[in-house]
């Protein structure tokens, strides 16, 4: 067998993440991965399963290198979509040899041990495997942003979610454990960290402190050395005023929050079993307006609903005028196995889905062209993230999480580094300006 592997990896940052630990793993017991799958010995597919169109995606992975099985590949399903559908991966794609969920990952060196061995049929799907929420030798992707897992799974049970089936129950990770790694990245240069986990406003430290998220990202955001910290998914039924307490205070803490509404309709969220209304939520969106640092507030929505009516989607599209979120991502609903919306049917046909889809997606479209125009002549500090050499321009994010190209005079590499700049251009997904001069840090 080679010791070569490819990962291709579907989702959200939580998969991210794992296959960066999944990376750091297979180097460290040896293996080099390699950027295409004829090259490989192993042949990794760390999955999503929150729509059917991102579960489909594996199968179709899958089916098209059928042929390949046979000479020598090892094909593995990890992930959301392995969790959820388990063996019976290996029925549907019999050329799959490895079955393994997100908790079972620090189990892979047994199970590769299995697979060198030539079993055909390795599993590791159990939500109790002792897993780490870190390896010390994860491979991280970018050298100055990091994530860090701080809760793994979700004890909601929103009604159309597939995430507490493929990610098990809520499990929290240690405060210590937390910044002892914020303090070992920092000490290795990186500078931005990123708090991950379904849904990180849960957080509660399992050791006798017993810190609760806004105290957790508070001091994740004092570690010296660190200069922004993002978090993400934040529950609206468990955010907390403490949370924009701690971002006003503390400077480094990123002036944005991803708050998911979902729906406009307090009659759909509680189809939805959100755990919140309208009212509720809003007013959490009034804290963030009223915060002395302005917030830039995300969010996702669903739209076709079971029972979703014409009514229903317009109060969705008031809160979209109401709240001008700064971007949304927005999606069709889609039946998930297991979900408790399976028993209210789908009724609302895939043109319908798609009509609202469209209609979501332009009026946010709108909102967004007003309000990035109303961006322009002020100036704001990027994280530089990336370089265009062809068109003379580089990229990079604002602490409000907005990419911002524009150009620099002098040749220094910039990637890394802090450096204000005026918006001089806005479109309704892009900001364009020039970097003030003398101000890279
Ligand atoms: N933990 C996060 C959500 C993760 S899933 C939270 O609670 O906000 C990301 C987004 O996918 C969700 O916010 C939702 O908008 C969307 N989503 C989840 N299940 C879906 C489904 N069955 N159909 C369509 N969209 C879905
Ligand atoms: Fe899914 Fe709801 Fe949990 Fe988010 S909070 S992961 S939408 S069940
Ligand atoms: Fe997808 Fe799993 Fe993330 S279902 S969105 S990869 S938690």
């Given amino acids: 067998m080679e010791k070569t592997f490819y990962i291709e990896t579907f989702g959200c940052q939580m998969n991210a993440h794992d296959s960066e630990k999944v990376v750091g793993t297979m180097?460290?017991?040896?293996?080099?991965?390699?950027?295409?799958?004829?090259?490989?010995?192993?042949?990794f597919y760390n999955t999503c399963s929150i729509r059917d169109k991102a579960e489909q995606k594996v199968f179709n992975r899958l089916q098209h290198f059928k042929r390949d099985a046979g000479k020598g590949k090892v094909f593995a399903v990890i992930g959301c979509v392995a969790q959820q559908e388990g063996e019976k991966i290996f029925e549907r794609a019999p050329h799959v040899s490895l079955v393994a969920g997100s908790a079972s990952y620090s189990k892979l060196p047994q199970m590769l041990v299995q697979l060198e061995a030539g079993n055909k049929r390795v599993t590791g799907l159990s939500f109790d495997a002792g897993e780490a929420f870190d390896t010390p030798f994860t491979r991280r992707d970018n050298p100055h942003r990091a994530y860090i897992t701080i809760i793994e799974g979700c004890d909601k049970a929103c009604s159309y979610c597939v995430v507490p089936f493929t990610r098990g129950p809520e499990r929290s990770r240690t405060s210590a454990?937390?910044?002892?790694?914020?303090?070992?990245?920092?000490?290795?240069?990186?500078t931005e960290i990123q708090l991950l986990g379904q849904n990180v406003n849960s957080y509660r430290d399992p050791s006798a402190t017993g810190w609760d998220f806004a105290t957790l990202l508070d001091s994740v955001g004092g570690v010296p050395g660190i200069r922004r910290v993002r978090f993400t998914t934040s529950h609206p039924r468990d955010f907390v005023r403490p949370?924009?307490?701690?971002?006003?205070?503390?400077?480094?803490?990123?002036?944005?929050?991803?708050?998911?509404?979902?729906?406009?309709?307090?009659?759909?969220l509680t189809a939805m079993r959100r755990l919140y209304t309208r009212d509720q939520y809003m007013e959490r969106i009034a804290w963030m307006k009223n915060a002395r640092r302005p917030i830039a507030i995300t969010s996702d929505i669903i739209v076709g609903f079971p029972g979703e009516t014409e009514k229903d989607f317009e109060e969705t599209l008031e809160l979209l005028e109401e709240i001008k979120y700064d971007s949304i991502f927005s999606f069709k609903y889609s039946q998930r196995p297991n979900t408790y919306a399976l028993e209210l049917g789908d009724h609302i046909p895939e043109e319908e889905k798609s009509r609202r889809l469209a209609i979501v997606q332009e009026r946010q479209r709108a909102i967004q062209l007003r309000q990035n125009f109303g961006l322009?002549?002020?100036?704001?500090?990027?994280?530089v993230e990336a370089q265009y050499k062809l068109l003379g321009q580089w990229m990079g994010r604002t602490s409000r999480n907005r990419t911002l190209t524009f150009s620099h005079e002098g040749d220094e590499e910039l990637i890394g580094k802090y450096v204000k700049v005026r918006v001089t251009r806005a479109g309704p997904a892009s900001l364009a300006g020039e970097s003030i001069p003398g101000s890279v840090n």
């Fill in 376 to 383: 322009v002549g002020d100036v704001e500090e990027v994280n």
């Fill in 177 to 190: 454990s937390v910044l002892d790694e914020a303090k070992r990245l920092a000490d290795s240069g990186y």
């Fill in 243 to 268: 949370i924009i307490d701690v971002i006003e205070a503390n400077e480094n803490l990123c002036n944005h929050v991803h708050l998911p509404v979902q729906s406009g309709s307090t009659r759909v």
């Fill in 27 to 43: 180097v460290q017991q040896g293996y080099t991965q390699v950027d295409t799958v004829e090259e490989a010995g192993y042949v």
